[in-house]
């Protein structure tokens, strides 16, 4: 049986880079594992990554409207309304319905690359979603709110089973707002690459995370079992581990050792400590982390050279290993890239890669 590795990128906190890091982490992934099937699915309604992947700029969003207004959309609305419509128990689509081979779009990306693509009508059909997951159960054995969760779980299995042959490794675009679609993009993961900032916003929301996927400690009083944490707990769902920190926008400008961490003393912490009280709560990376510098060692990367260039690339729809020295159009303005800037950024996506 092939074997399935699925990561959801993200974090409460907007501004990290999400889907930046998406588009990256899964086109340079594809080109490294060429006998691997990769699969994107963009449960953010901002649709990015997607955009990213489809040609960037205008293209790239011009395709994914195309995608998003056809009959049946092919998109995570379109799959949603399909299996929703169809109720708990019937047969699930053809996946194939729904995916587009992205190479077939964007002859830059490597040709085993597939994607659900992200569609903003993920935020109106929201309460629909949400009326699923909740309606009353008509028998005992029945259980909406885990059949709606686990969509998307559902998806990834159904697409593997059509190559048989070949190894599978998911990456699942999200939105920071732990809104109900982000619920089922959780629910769809095994691993959580969380990607923060060099600064102390993300210890808050690095402890924010932790209540919304695990809960309070003691639940609250009055809402504490109507959480995701405590329904998903109580249904025997996965719940996904971290498996790597990534430390981006990071400023070079705050001297070495700032500039060389992937985590600010302050975020570093607050991870470790939840490590040491919770360590289920991530991945087993080998012997435990016994300090911070270890946990650090073991569990954060650091896209020091993610710079200039790795924006540009996603912008243009170009892998890094395509991106070659001159200057790009990014919105109205010629925008000159260093080879040299390429092959840093390159390297500090490869390592990344090497942690997965």
């Known amino acids: 049986m092939a074997k399935i590795e699925s990561y959801v990128i993200w974090n409460n906190k907007g501004g990290v880079g999400k889907s930046t890091i998406a588009f990256h982490t899964a086109t340079r992934y594809a080109e490294l594992n060429p006998n691997k099937m990769v699969l994107v699915i963009d449960l953010c309604p901002q649709s990015n990554s997607s955009m990213m992947l489809l040609g960037g700029g205008s293209s790239g969003e011009n395709y994914v409207l195309q995608l998003c207004t056809e009959a049946t959309p092919r998109s995570v609305v379109g799959y949603l309304s399909t299996v929703i419509a169809a109720g708990p128990g019937a047969p699930l689509p053809d996946p194939l319905r729904f995916l587009v081979q992205v190479s077939s779009v964007n002859p830059a ?3 085993n690359l597939a994607l659900l693509c992200g569609d903003g009508n993920l935020e109106p059909m929201s309460p629909a ?3 699923a997951a909740n309606a009353p159960a008509l028998t005992p054995s029945s259980q909406p709110w885990k059949w709606v969760h686990l969509i998307f779980r559902n998806l990834i299995q159904s697409f593997a089973d059509k190559y048989p042959d070949n190894d599978l490794t998911v990456f699942i675009d999200t939105n920071p707002s732990f809104s109900i679609y982000t619920e089922l993009a959780i629910s769809a993961g095994d691993k959580l690459i969380v990607p923060v900032n060099a600064d102390d916003s993300s210890r808050v929301a690095a402890n924010a995370l932790f209540i919304l996927l695990h809960g309070q400690n003691p639940p609250h009083p009055i809402y504490g079992s109507w959480t995701f944490a405590a329904k998903a707990a109580a249904l025997g769902m996965v719940v996904p581990q971290i498996h790597v920190i990534v430390g981006n926008r990071l400023t070079q400008y705050e001297g070495a050792a700032s500039a060389f961490a992937a985590l600010s003393d302050a975020t570093a912490d607050a991870l470790f400590n939840a490590y040491h009280m919770s360590p289920n709560y991530f991945t087993n990376r080998g ?8 946990f650090r060692d073991q569990y ?11 924006v540009v690339a996603a912008h243009v729809g170009r892998p890094l290993s395509q991106l070659h020295g001159g200057y790009y159009p990014v919105h109205g303005h010629r925008i000159q890239i260093n080879s040299e800037r390429v092959a840093e950024c390159q390297r500090a996506v490869d390592s990344l890669i090497s942690m997965l």
Not at 287 to 294: E, G, K, R
Not at 300 to 310: E, I, K, M, P, Q
């Open 129 to 131: 979603i949400t009326g």
């Open 109 to 111: 990306a490597p040709p």
């Open 287 to 294: 012997p435990a982390p016994q300090n911070v510098q270890q």
């Open 300 to 310: 954060s990367v650091a896209l020091r050279d993610f710079n200039t260039a790795g």
